[in-house]
């Protein structure tokens, strides 16, 4: 009974302390889950492009302009292009303020500019700091703050989470598994009062969607605790610590007679042609690499190939499979496919979407059943009081 009292004491003021938090990270995965199925039909216009028979633009070219578009002062830094003759190409210019402490404060600049690689036209220059689905990311992610105060708000709202998960479950098991607690503790009475159909709610959605909320959650913690991710590394890797490759780098010296950007492109295109997409990360620095990850199938994170080259010379220096990487790696780059259920395609993406709306029930119907035992509680302290006077 001791343990009792201490875990509904832990569900029940941890619940009230981050429900507002866990509420909105829970609505907000819900809109974001379809992302990649929404934004080509809500930005049809600025993603897509009539197919004209002759060959693209080179890339240098649509880079150039799309600089010219933004301004020097606003450094594109990655380029998505989706493997298909009727999509447009998109460059992103981004630069955060790390001590930001809003959204707004965070990103300094954030635009994408979008163009169609046939003829070079720029269809559409987005502000990405204020672009619909941006923001619901943001609310996932950091509550609409700046990085600093954010990340930190959501991580631990979503360690209270797991912690009121796990009470939840023991809170629920039942004492004796007769035939008739079995179908009070696993189905809704939609005929009862609201206030059973409530409390039937809280308990029952909580349950079936445990699973996949635990695995969301721990998932979301990799991102947002060092510890977390170190842990996962550490029991992939089987206990061991294993320490990254040194980091490539551009040869300064090479001549550039030809475009590294240019030669790095048509060495991944022509070595992939059946590719979803290609993801081109461009050089900060002098000596850092163009980095270009080719997606298999969708965008999903986990199946994808990292291919790393010289940005002078476009020569190839490295080309990792997801089979290449270590067992703690592979457990990493598939954590975004499992936060988001994308590892089982569409079928996990609905399971995904279902779970985090049930979840987004969990602290309304729990702010309720609590509201109503204060209620009670107070009615039978007047009770006694009035019993006393007679």
Not at 59 to 88: F, V, W, Y
Not at 233 to 255: E, M, Y
Not at 343 to 356: N, P, R, V
Request: aromatic residues 14%; positive net charge; proline residues 3%.
């Amino acid at each position: 009974m001791k343990f009792k009292k201490v875990v509904s004491f832990l569900h029940l003021w941890l619940g009230l302390v981050s429900g507002l938090s866990v509420f909105l990270i829970a609505i907000s995965g819900c809109l974001y889950v379809f992302v990649d199925e929404l934004k080509p039909i809500v930005y049809h216009e600025r993603l897509f492009v009539a197919p004209e028979n002759k060959e693209k633009l080179p890339l240098t070219q649509l880079l150039s302009i799309a600089q010219n578009t933004l301004g020097k002062d606003k450094i594109i830094t990655r380029i998505e292009m989706a493997n298909a003759p009727d999509r447009s190409v998109t460059f992103r210019s981004q630069k955060n303020n790390p001590d930001g402490l809003t959204h707004w404060d965070y990103f300094e600049y954030y635009y994408r500019v979008y163009i169609n690689p046939y003829t070079g036209k720029v269809i559409y220059v987005e502000d990405s700091k204020n672009e619909f689905f941006q923001l619901v990311l943001a609310l996932h992610m950091r509550m609409l703050f700046g990085e600093k105060v954010g990340h930190y708000v959501v991580g631990y709202s979503v360690l209270s989470f797991i912690i009121i998960l796990i009470s939840g479950v023991i809170l629920w098991f039942p004492k004796k598994w007769t035939a008739k607690s079995i179908k009070n503790h696993f189905t809704v009475k939609w005929r009862a009062k609201w206030k059973r159909l409530n409390y039937d709610l809280h308990q029952i959605l909580g349950l079936y969607a445990f699973f996949i909320l635990l695995l969301t959650s721990l998932t979301g913690l990799v991102w947002a605790f060092d510890w977390m991710q170190d842990s996962v590394r550490f029991v992939a890797n089987g206990g061991k610590n294993i320490q990254k490759p040194a980091l490539l780098v551009s040869d300064t010296l090479q001549p550039q007679a030809v475009s590294g950007l240019d030669q790095a492109f048509t060495t991944t295109a022509t070595g992939y042609p059946d590719a979803y997409a290609y993801l081109v990360l461009l050089p900060a620095k002098a000596t850092s690499t163009i980095n270009t990850l080719v997606y298999k199938k969708d965008w999903n994170r986990f199946d994808r190939l990292l291919i790393v080259f010289d940005r002078y010379s476009g020569k190839m220096l490295s080309n990792t499979s997801f089979q290449d990487l270590n067992n703690g790696d592979k457990a990493y780059q598939l954590n975004f496919d499992l936060h988001t259920g994308a590892y089982m395609g569409l079928f996990g993406k609905i399971l995904s979407f279902f779970s985090a709306l049930a979840c987004s029930t969990l602290p309304i119907t729990g702010f309720y059943i609590w509201c109503g035992k204060r209620k009670k509680e107070r009615l039978v302290r007047n009770g006694k009081v009035h019993a006393r006077l007679i």
